[in-house]
């Protein structure tokens, strides 16, 4: 089964949307972790710096009131010691209640078993004091300095660990970071990728076909139905390409029953054409009887129609036996300057009744070419004849024949109102006439140059134009040596 167009483009557009969807999932999934490294390191790390500050801070006021107290005996100090004792508790209790490791927690029970027994050295030491008891100082003093040592350094390494805790949690925070970096690089350039790769390949089957189609267009725009479109992978496109096909085949069974038609009507229109022309000859020379000067003119100018109609289905009948592949021709090595010289010479009295001027640069000595005489007569009569019908009186027509390149070039040169360059390409198309800029008269039938390329065709040879508007036009026509 053939996936269609809307298929494909919706599972293109799934695809890079589930790559942006897992991209933003990671991207969320590094920043929870990236959070949550904060937060330990903002409502822990730094929360038990500040209580081992508040720790060590209350620890020092304990031994400050402790040694006034047994200098001074003042019972203010006393209860001084107390309160430091109890703050240094509650702190102590709140360092317990944070969320600590069990490192943290050893460090800290041994902080609260020292000051305990630290605690109970002064307590007893007080109780000496205020019972006038005498006592052995140097060992109190000896064995609570060894306990509040112990309780600075368990501090100390606290505050190291704490500190050495938040780094590593930075380290990790900043290796996360840049892990999440280069992870969201690659899948953003990934997705990128993909995102252009499966743009390419959708567009591409789309255009590649409709391209196809829109090239063989133009061809059956220039008479060409002889077209074929292939079978793509889209079933959208098969549907329009059977379509077209169908309209190709309907195309070219029109142009064959036109032509058909024609070349029927173009034969049957031949013979009464020529009895016409024959009983007007007749008539004309007296056969029939006097005719009035009036009636001769008459006779005249239908003998003149009847000959241009005879010319038309001549016309006709030969361009459908050339598209039919059925036109005779007679290919023998000739020269092509006696048939220019030979055409220039009927031509003259038309040059002559419009004042034209003509001017020829061919040589005698060319090589000769294959080619039928006749045939290619007749595209020298309608080049010529096409350039002294748009010539304006007085106009200028030249005639070029060159050796190029393994090829004779005859170019033909008017003065006339010139040819759009839209119709360079279809002026040689049968029935095709010009439209010339400024006027709604079209001249001709539309036969004439597309004899000239059906037989300039079958001798290998070309035919083109160049023309510049209000300039006049060249014609060229090339036949291989």
């Known amino acids: 089964m053939k996936i269609t167009i809307f298929s494909r483009l919706a599972i293109g557009y799934i695809i890079i949307l589930s790559m942006v969807v897992f991209s933003s999932i990671y991207e969320l999934y590094q920043l929870s972790k990236v959070n949550e490294v904060t937060r330990s390191v903002l409502e822990i790390d730094n929360r038990i710096l500040d209580l081992q500050k508040k720790l060590t801070d209350s620890l020092l006021s304990l031994m400050r009131y402790e040694k006034k107290y047994i200098v001074l005996e003042d019972d203010s100090l006393h209860e001084r010691f107390l309160l430091a004792t109890a703050d240094f508790k509650k702190d102590l209790q709140r360092t317990f209640s944070l969320k600590i490791s069990p490192e943290v927690q050893q460090i800290l029970k041994r902080v609260e078993r020292f000051h305990a027994m630290y ?16 006592y052995d100082t ?7 300095e060894d306990t509040i040592n112990k309780v600075f350094d368990d501090l100390k390494k606290l505050e ?5 805790d938040t780094y590593n949690k930075i380290k990790q925070l900043d290796i996360a970071v840049t892990d999440s970096y280069s992870v969201a690089l690659v899948i953003i350039a990934a997705t990128l990728l993909a995102g252009a790769v499966i743009s390419v390949i959708i567009t591409g089957n789309i255009t590649r076909p409709l391209s196809v189609m829109k090239r063989k267009t133009h061809e059956i725009a220039k008479g060409h139905f002889d077209i074929s479109l292939q079978h793509s992978s889209l079933p959208e496109m098969n549907e329009l390409a059977d379509a077209f096909n169908v309209m190709c085949m309907r195309l070219k069974q029109v142009d064959k029953m036109k032509s058909d038609f024609l070349s029927v009507m173009s034969h049957e229109l031949r013979t009464p054409l020529a009895s016409i022309q024959e009983g007007t000859n007749m008539m004309l020379e007296g056969i029939g009887g006097k005719i009035t000067e009036r009636q001769e003119k008459l006779l005249t100018i239908i003998a003149e129609e009847d000959k241009r109609l005879i010319n038309l289905v001549n016309s006709i009948l030969d361009l459908s036996k050339m598209e039919a592949g059925m036109m005779k021709y007679n290919f ?13 010479i009927e031509i003259t009295p038309i040059v002559k009744a419009k004042h034209i001027k003509f001017k020829g640069n061919f040589s005698d000595e060319l090589p000769l070419v294959e080619m039928d005489r006749e045939m290619i007569t007749r ?3 309608n080049l010529l004849g096409n350039a002294i019908k748009f010539t304006p009186n007085g106009g200028i027509i030249d005639v070029t024949v060159r050796r190029q390149d393994g090829w004779i070039e005859a170019s033909i040169s008017d003065t006339g109102p010139g040819i759009p360059e839209e119709d360079f390409e279809t002026i040689f198309d049968k029935y095709k006439q010009v439209e010339f800029p400024g006027s709604d008269k079209k001249k001709g039938t539309g036969l004439g140059l597309s004899i000239v390329k059906h037989i300039l065709t079958a001798h290998g040879g070309k035919v083109w134009v160049t023309s510049t508007l209000g300039a006049g036009s060249t014609f060229t026509f090339a036949l291989p040596f």
């Open 119 to 134: 605690h109970s050295l002064v307590v007893e030491e007080f109780q000496n004091i205020k019972n006038k008891k005498s």
């Open 332 to 344: 023998e090595q000739g020269d092509l300057i006696p048939l220019l010289r030979r055409t220039l």
């Open 138 to 144: 140097k060992r109190y003093d000896l064995e609570k």
């Open 160 to 164: 190291e660990f704490s500190r050495r």
């Open 379 to 381: 595209v020298l009569r």
